[in-house]
């Protein structure tokens, strides 16, 4: 007889991720042999030591439940449907039963000789479930020691390819892995690492839409990320499925770590209820990071995760702590939790995830709207001394490398404070590094009333086409 083993979402990560798997059985206790033969780990799932169904597991045959048939003994025939329905309480996963292998005790021994750990501890570990957003400079010290520590399923959401300019901060990558996918990167370090852990990875871009359900399969959401979208994503998507979020950020020597949406704790909104406009806080792409940088705050992220995960110490809830490279300070300051907060407060009015994109002032226009030029078209207004203001809006470190003649600097996080002195009067040609921050610059000069054209391509594409001399990184 040929049926179909229905698994929950909680426990694919332990048959090759598939839902339904098809087997030769008579009986429902067959069924789940034939299974555990295909994925063995399984059967710690299901079974307890002495080989019965646990408690917590409901297995049904089509629509009935095989407990009030015969159980184990209850017959299946062709076509029928057998699914396995562990108790899910407010969407914890279900956790292997963690023992320790000879190995693992070994690999642990500095952890089992600390009280505070111990074998419970590690076995704590063992059974948690921790997800990494982002594999970049913050999930990079973050997940190789989460995977270290012994953590026994660490997920981790990205969609990029291993570039070599992420390779002066994330160490999680190497050179060989430069063009190939981030997560297969990661993974494959992290096994290599750690092979006694499970390694998820989530090949997609975090959204509105896919958010709650991958949430609630972690015990604890570490906040990797460098876009404001995705931060109040994450800080709404945690405080929703009750997860805490062991949250970091970083820009140029600076960077910020924090506990938010943890239980009676304040999360990101309490902090910062709205996002900066679009375009004043410079990413690291355009503003610079130092690298070794997110290497001391993902490791500061991986310290509070495991401290959440262990229920020991005293986790940064409530606190927000600042660290300056440079001076080579920490400061801690009090964050309280907003009774007002529209997510986590007495009257939230987010119930769900929202439009992050709209919400941080991102949503582009159609590109049609805004006029553009080609470099080409440029250079010809320039050989023609037709009278314009060419305006760079990059940061003034890629101004000074290299520039097109005659451009002022004025860099898109100023804009709109300096646009007030900028004659309307005059003719505006913007161009930045590829034409992505000229575009939002030109948007804005257009609402202010200005008279403003993008350069298609921006420094890059006149580097490529006018000036091959000009040397643009
Ligand atoms: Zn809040």
């Known amino acids: ?29 067959e069924a789940l042999d034939a299974l555990f033969a295909k994925h063995d780990r399984l059967k710690a799932q299901l079974l307890s030591p002495d080989g019965k169904l646990r408690t917590f ?6 629509e009935d439940d095989a407990r009030d048939k015969q159980g184990l003994a209850t017959p299946v025939k062709d076509g029928d449907t057998v699914l396995i329905v562990p108790a899910i309480a407010g ?25 505070e750990v111990g074998l419970e501890g590690q076995k704590k570990l063992k059974k948690s479930a921790v997800l990494c957003v982002g ?3 913050l999930g990079s010290p973050l997940a190789l020691y989460l995977a270290a520590a012994g953590v026994g399923r660490i997920g981790i959401v990205d969609f990029d390819a291993v570039d070599e300019s992420n390779l002066q901060r994330q160490i999680l990558h190497d050179t060989l892995s430069v063009g190939t996918s981030k997560l297969a990167s990661a993974k494959k370090r992290l096994l290599a690492l750690n092979p006694h852990i499970t390694v998820e990875t989530h090949e997609i871009r975090l959204s509105s839409a896919n958010a709650i359900e991958l949430f609630k399969q972690y015990d604890v959401i570490a906040d990797g990320t460098d876009n404001f979208p995705t931060r109040y994503l994450v800080n709404d998507a945690c405080v929703l499925t009750g997860k805490p979020n062991a949250y970091g950020s970083i820009f140029r020597f600076e960077g910020q770590l924090s506990v938010f949406a943890a239980k009676d704790g304040p999360c990101y909104r309490c902090l910062y209820p709205e996002p900066p406009p679009p375009g004043l806080v410079p990413s690291c792409a355009e503003g610079g990071v ?3 940088l997110p290497g001391v705050i993902g490791t500061m992220q991986a310290v509070e ?9 005293h986790p940064l809830v409530g606190r927000l702590m600042l660290y300056d490279a440079l001076e080579q300070s920490w400061r801690t300051l009090k964050v309280k939790k907003n009774p007002a907060c529209p997510v986590c407060g007495d009257n939230p009015t987010i119930q769900a995830p929202i439009d992050y994109e709209a919400f941080c002032g991102l949503k582009e226009k159609p590109v049609s709207t805004i006029r553009e030029i080609t470099v080409e078209e440029l250079k010809l207004k320039l050989d023609k001394k037709e009278k314009f203001v060419l305006l760079d809006v990059r940061e003034p470190h890629e101004h000074a490398a290299a520039k097109i003649p005659g451009a002022i600097l004025i860099p898109l996080g100023e804009l709109h404070l300096r646009a007030a002195d900028l004659d309307k009067a005059h003719v505006y040609v913007v161009h ?8 939002r610059a030109v948007m804005l000069l257009c609402e ?17 086409r006018i000036d091959p001399s000009l040397r643009v990184s």
């Not at 007889?1 to 229905?6: A, K, Q, S, W």
């Not at 597991?57 to 089509?62: E, G, L, M, S, T």
């Open 448 to 464: 202010k009333g200005f008279n403003a054209t993008n350069v298609a391509g921006g420094i890059l594409a006149w580097a490529d």
């Open 305 to 313: 995760t495991i401290k959440l995960l262990l229920g020991i110490g």
């Open 290 to 292: 130092l690298g070794v």
């Open 432 to 439: 930045c590094r590829s034409g992505a921050r000229s575009a």
């Open 1 to 29: 007889m040929t049926v179909d083993i229905r698994l929950p979402t909680a426990l694919r990560a332990f048959a090759d991720k598939q839902e339904k798997v098809s087997v030769q059985a008579k009986t429902v206790g």
């Open 135 to 137: 594999a970049g400079g």
């Open 91 to 115: 969407g914890a996963t279900l956790a292997a039963e963690a023992e320790l292998s000879k190995a693992e005790l070994k690999r642990y021994d500095r952890h089992l000789i600390l009280p």
């Open 57 to 62: 597991v409901n297995v049904y045959v089509n």
